[in-house]
């Protein structure tokens, strides 16, 4: 349902709450992933020029995704000379010696 639907089925009182979450910006939908508005290496750029940012954004990622242990942003070149940064993710799985024995 979108804000039109909240009006024509006289649900006023949801209008603040779609329109909120309407305003959240994703790039997974119902249709599955989309491409857009994010741009990885800028988003990378920004963050290898911003040290405080870049240390809260890893932080933030291993909190949230046990599997990564670091990351690092990769700089390279386009054959036009053109700078591009891409973020490198290190994920680690620490295993226990005895996790596949029989016993």
Known sequence: MDVGGVYQLGLVELRDVL????????NVRYEGRLEGKMDLSSISEFLSKNEDVFTFVKKFIAECDAGVSGIFLHQSETPEKVKEFTP?????????????SDS
């Open 88 to 100: 490198m993710f290190i994920h680690t799985a620490v295993l226990e010696a005895n996790s596949f």
């Open 19 to 26: 329109e909120f979450f309407a305003s959240i910006y994703s």
